[in-house]
């Protein structure tokens, strides 16, 4: 049988201490979760915000001096016997105990583990890294202290955005402000970061849970309303962001955070996935130095349809909702992932601008105002040559930029 895991923070237990030292009380309440029929423990000294597993009862103990193994093995037994079995029933398989001693610098440690039949197990105790610690082997390709300070505005957690905000907070960077107001349905599941589990919460706070779960430091503010409805709300959250991504599934929404951009002169990224997947494309606006969105994109422009609910707020309420289905336009999301992770490329080079790190040697590769991808050769790509091994023409599966102009008449940002 392996050793079970026990993992802790590791300033639980610097607050943990702070207690025992000013209390000087011995023994302290915590709680913690089991996994995996009890091969893996995460323990906490307060309820986390999103928990994984089963609960268990734990409690901390300091010791005086650290003790020899019969000394220890008296201290297990003396708990032991203490346990009220009626405490352990249908939701409570496991007891942890955790023994500390403080001598010096150095935290001497030992975790023991009892089931339901209040058999003894011993475990390994490890601990969480701090902060400091967490983005350790980032170091020399991003700057992790400049990431931590900065803050991104995603609008839109579907399929796309959900994956951006992910990889993100896993790079690094320390300030979300998450805008959505749909519920994860189950059409999004196959396509969204989240899981099954997360049905019918809203978007933001579910992507929420998953940023935190990568970096429990970050901090996020989530808004659940439509930002076509209340632009003046999304610009006040918005205006002091240093990116603004937009992953919204329509041109409206767009346009409104194209406005939030150049009055506060945000760098802002449009992706989205063309019809079905088939392809997609990346706007990078920055305001007065390349083209904004209607410079690009003519309000008059089609837009696609991604999920039933944009379909139905699409189509009068009697057309009906299987007839409403047809009008999705869905694609794999091995199709979407590309456009997502040129999206964390490019907003990782925009928050690192200016500073030495492995990723700023792609700042003189994406200068591009404009990027397209095809993944497969359909509709508008049907006539794109074969990927085969050359890359002397257009072909499918390889990003290509452009540059664009400015319009003198553009109707945003020509003022």
């Not at 918005?238 to 951009?261: E, F, G, H, P, Q």
């Not at 890359?391 to 319009?407: D, E």
């Amino acid at each position: 049988m392996s050793t079970p895991q026990v993992y802790i923070p590791k300033e639980h237990v610097q607050e943990i201490y702070s207690k025992h030292k000013n209390s000087q009380d011995e023994v302290f309440q915590g709680v913690a979760f089991s996994s995996d029929n009890g091969d893996v423990f995460h323990v906490y000294t307060n309820l986390p915000e999103h928990p994984v597993g089963y609960p268990c009862l734990v409690s901390f103990h300091f010791l005086p001096v650290i003790p020899v193994e019969a000394e220890l093995q008296l201290l297990v037994d003396k708990v032991k016997s203490g346990i009220d079995s009626s405490s352990l029933h249908a939701l409570i398989n496991h007891i942890l105990v955790i023994f500390f001693c403080i001598n010096g610098d150095a935290i001497n440690h030992w975790a023991y583990i009892f089931d339901r039949d209040l058999n003894t197990i011993q475990g390994e105790l490890k601990f969480i890294p701090e902060k400091s610690e967490l983005y350790s082997r980032s170091n020399g390709i991003l700057e992790t202290s400049v990431l931590e300070k900065s803050k991104v505005g995603i609008v839109g957690l579907g399929s796309g955005g959900s994956a951006i905000a992910v990889e993100l907070a896993k790079a690094g960077v320390g300030k979300f402000v998450l805008i959505d107001f749909d519920r994860l349905e189950l059409s999004n599941i196959a396509r969204h970061a989240s899981g099954i589990e997360d049905l019918g919460r809203y978007k933001t706070k579910a992507v929420k849970d998953l940023i935190r779960s990568k970096n429990p430091y970050t901090e996020v503010q989530t808004d659940e309303f439509d930002i076509n409805e209340d632009v003046e709300r999304a610009e006040d959250l918005l205006k002091d962001c240093n990116l603004i991504i937009a992953a919204t599934d329509n041109n409206r929404s767009r346009y409104n955070i194209n406005d939030i951009s150049l009055n506060h002169g945000i760098v802002s990224l449009f992706p989205r996935a063309l019809t079905r997947a088939v392809g997609g494309d990346i706007l990078k606006v920055r305001p007065k130095l390349g083209p904004c969105l209607s410079c690009f994109l003519p309000k008059t422009s089609e837009e696609e349809v991604s999920s039933f609910g944009q379909a139905r707020r699409q189509n009068p309420a009697y057309v009906a909702d299987d007839d409403v289905k047809s009008f999705i336009q869905v694609g794999l999301s091995s199709d979407i992932l590309p456009i997502t992770n040129m999206t964390v490329k490019l907003a990782l080079v925009e928050l690192s601008r200016g500073t030495p790190s492995g990723i700023s040697s792609l700042e003189d590769d994406l200068i591009a105002d404009y990027y397209i991808w095809a993944n497969r050769r359909d509709n508008k790509f049907a006539d794109w040559p074969k990927m085969e091994y050359g890359a002397k023409s257009l072909s499918i599966l390889r990003w290509y930029g452009a540059r664009l102009s400015r319009k003198d008449n553009c109707v945003s940002c020509s003022m």
